[in-house]
């Protein structure tokens, strides 16, 4: 009742968005901390300028003290750098550090080790904020009640404000309660993707800041294909980071009478000569994550079973590229169905890759396990389920051996496709302990193999085997497609139908096969061996979006 009381004006609100990607839309209201910090800090019209660095971790570094050395030294670069500026006009520092691996945080959780370590190296954040002048702040997903290495004896009201240039931050996602301390910790519980720069921009005005680690986390599933990055109000590129490098940059920002925020670099990166092809990245990304993985398991190199066709090709380029021929065994495994053009292909490849070319029969093994198994089930029908599976477990447990006799990680061809489809065998062709290609479809997979030929100059996948129709050789004449749609099919139907449910949106039988064994297959997945994340949309996140207990969705 009455008339509505007037508003009363207020100046214009600066727009600053700190950038993060979740891939989950129930995760999305975990996009916290630094970003709603920043959002209500420079809603205040007095907020002063500032200098802002993104610091580029090294995702893969092993070992949480060097990694905090890393970071220390490159905050006390940058703040060497901009003293004079920082001193003249009395600009406060806030440094953003990239994700990393969360080696810190996970080393202060262990309940009896660890402790002392963690605290040694966090102290590494602290004396270089102090040193500089600068605040850090540095994502974890460590409970904050649990990490308290700057103000142990501290409250326990983890939300209350904290005061950063001029302005009061308050952060619904836990800043944690260090108030005045160098060192700040926002949570980040949330999935990082790989999207595009539309996708990115579509997401809101205001400056937007990606703080991305360099190169794969040290068990290589993560990798950021990207550099971190600033782009301006305009979505103007202003400093980019190099891509697999520990780096750091420093930029001023400026409230402006509009509220528009303006980025102007103080210090850039040198330039570096980096691959513009988003194939010849994909391969510099998975050589990463292939050595990340490798390393952290303290293996001495990788055995890879070749067959002739394009994945084991691809896999076993990439793993050269990765350790060298001589840490990469390379061993043909061939049957009673493998065909003599299979071996002249797979001769072809080893000499290309400096592998020698190895091959063994599983006739012998096939045979005894034949003649023992006849009494359980009448023996084994030839070109049969039972005589197609037990080919690939023989195989799958030769090359675990030879895995186990010589300190190897054991690599799964199995490309996504086949992995949606379930086309493979547990314990088979369906084990290892590293699937490199696991997220790249067929289509991709070809397109690597052309690639891994341009960058080399050369023909190091032979030409006979990205043109070769694909083949498992388990029975005569046996070709992928007398068992499943076609390759670009399955693609298409899984990335435009599988995350939702629209079934009476399938117009043909073999779009609602598809989509009936990608129900029935997840459980295969989950036995599958752990891959590199090369797509914004891994299968994983649609199984996580199929309904559970369904297994036969489409009837």
Known sequence: PGAAKPRESSPPRPRF?????????????????????????????????????????DAADADPTADARTVAALVEREAATVRALREAEGLRHLVLVSVGDERLREVSRMPLWGEEAARAAEAEF???????????????????????????????????????????????AWMGDFREGPVLHWRSNFRRELWSTPERLRRGPGVAVTTSPAGASNTGERI????????????????????????????????????????????????????????????????????AFVASTGSEGV????????????T??????????????????????????????????????????????????????????????????????????????????????????????????????????????????????FAPIADLWKREVRDLAAALNRRAGREVIPEAIIRREPTAELRPGQRDRDSLPEYDLIEKVITEKAGRWAPDELATEDERRILRLFGIMRFKRRMSPTGPQMSPAPLAKYDARWPDGVQYPLK
């Open 17 to 57: 968005v700190l950038k993060r990607f979740v891939g989950k839309r129930q995760h999305r209201h975990h996009l916290p901390s630094v970003l709603h910090a920043f959002e209500h800090a420079m809603t205040n019209a007095t907020a002063k300028s500032f200098l802002l660095t993104i610091l580029q971790r």
């Open 126 to 172: 602290v004396r270089a904020a102090a040193a500089a002048d600068a605040v850090i702040a540095e994502p974890h997903r460590a409970n904050p009640l649990a990490w308290r290495l700057h103000d142990k004896e501290g409250s326990d009201d983890v939300t209350g404000p904290i005061r950063w240039s001029g302005v009061t931050l308050r952060d619904a």
């Open 316 to 433: 076993a380029a990439l793993a050269v590229e990765a350790f060298g021929a001589e840490k990469v065994t390379g061993i043909m495994l061939a049957s009673r169905y493998t065909s003599d053009e299979s071996r002249a292909l797979v001769r072809t490849l080893t000499a290309n890759l400096g592998l020698p070319y190895v091959e063994r029969s599983i006739e012998g093994v096939h045979a005894a396990m034949a003649e023992g198994m006849e009494e359980d089930f009448g023996g084994i029908t030839p070109g049969g389920i039972p005589d197609q599976n037990i080919q690939a477990r023989i195989r799958g447990t030769w090359l675990m051996g030879v895995a186990n006799a010589k300190n190897l990680i054991m690599l799964c061809n199995a490309n996504k496709a086949e992995c949606a489809m379930g086309y493979g065998t547990l314990y088979g062709d369906i084990a290892g302990g």
């Open 303 to 314: 055995v890879i079973g070749l067959s002739g066709g394009i994945d084991s090709a691809v």
């Open 224 to 291: 950021s294909q990207e550099g971190s990055c600033i782009r301006d109000e305009d979505g103007n590129e202003v400093v980019r980071l190099p891509r697999w490098t520990p780096e750091a940059a420093t930029l001023r920002v400026d409230v402006k009478t509009d509220g528009t925020l303006a980025v102007t670099p103080v210090t850039v990166p040198a330039e570096t000569d980096e691959a513009t092809d988003p194939d010849v990245i994909r391969i510099e990304a998975l050589v990463r994550a292939m050595r």
